[in-house]
């Protein structure tokens, strides 16, 4: 057991634990724990399908981003020459 008191200061206290405890839902009611099948949870997303998702969101916050540029910008455009 790690107990931290301050930014600089921490101590080790207590015993090393040789295995872990693998019960990860702890107190979690059995309608929401996932289901779990032979070799892990079922359903779970892949890490290649995590991967896709997080340039997906990257990419279009992008596209986005520019969207709005271009907009403000030809919007910007129309009111500056709407004076003339």
């Known amino acids: 057991m790690l107990i931290v008191t301050s930014a600089h200061q921490s101590r080790y206290t207590g015993q090393v634990r040789v295995f872990t405890n693998l019960n990860l839902h702890g107190n979690t009611p ?35 981003v520019t969207l709005l540029f271009v907009f403000g910008h030809w919007v910007y455009g129309m009111i500056m020459t709407a004076g003339t």
């Open 30 to 64: 059995l309608r929401i724990q996932p289901g779990v099948g032979e070799w892990g949870p079922q359903a779970a997303m892949s890490t290649r399908r995590k991967r896709r998702g997080r340039w997906l969101w990257i990419v279009a916050f992008v596209v986005v």
